[in-house]
C-alpha cells in the first residue's frame, strides 16, 4: 500500500529537495529562473526546438555551478 501511495502523488514541489541546489550553489532568485525554464517546457512540449533551447540554457547555465569543483 506504501509503494502505491507514492505513486499516485497528487503533485511535485518546487524547490524541493533545496539542499541539493544550495549545494550547487543556487540562490533565491535562482529559483525563478527555474520555475520560468519549467514552465517554457510545460507551455511548449510539443516544440522540439523549444525545449532544445531550453535544455542547452540549463547545461550552460549548470557548467557555473558545479557540484564538485
Known sequence: MRMLFRLLTPGW???YP???MTTHGLLEIDMER???LIDTVLMHHD???KLAT???KVNNW???HLLYS
Open 13 to 15: 514541489r518546487a524547490g
Open 18 to 20: 533545496c539542499t541539493a
Open 34 to 36: 527555474i520555475v520560468e
Open 47 to 49: 516544440n522540439d526546438a
Open 54 to 56: 531550453v535544455k542547452q
Open 62 to 64: 549548470m557548467k557555473q
